[in-house]
């Protein structure tokens, strides 16, 4: 008996620090100032608060799952760059099922030329090199 609740109001107070942990974790804005320092990247901690924030607050649900998607295609997007682009994990399975190897057409590539189009290269193997 003794021991039963000698474990007991020892596993209490770390279930409970436990839990307080876990809360302070989810919301780093409410830690002491030293301990932010310490355990916050303050970017991170500020993309969460947007993320809660705009949960807890906009008109209409939004999934985390969507914000965190429209976060990294926001990121990619901000490099101005043409040829790069984020892909979600739906879109990246759907684009690696479509480039799997096979092809269809004629076997060469063209490209845009002020009379037309104008091909380049003609692939062996293909329709368009026999």
Do not use: C, N
């Not at 759907?94 to 096979?102: A, I, L, P």
């Amino acid at each position: 008996m003794y021991r039963s609740r000698l474990l007991l109001a020892a596993l209490l107070p770390a279930l409970a620090i436990l839990a307080l942990g876990l809360w302070l974790g989810g919301h780093p804005d409410r830690l002491p100032q030293f301990l932010r320092d310490a355990f916050v990247d303050d970017q991170q901690a500020v993309h969460a608060e947007v993320i809660d924030k705009v949960r807890s607050d906009f008109y209409r649900p939004v999934s985390t799952e969507q914000l965190e998607q429209s976060s990294l295609r926001g990121i990619v997007q901000s490099l101005d760059d043409p040829y790069s682009r984020y892909l979600s994990p739906a879109e990246a399975r759907r684009f690696s099922q479509d480039v799997r190897g096979e092809f269809e057409g004629v076997g060469l590539s063209v490209r845009h030329h002020p009379r037309g189009l104008e091909v380049t290269t003609v692939f062996d193997g293909s329709p368009a090199k026999a």
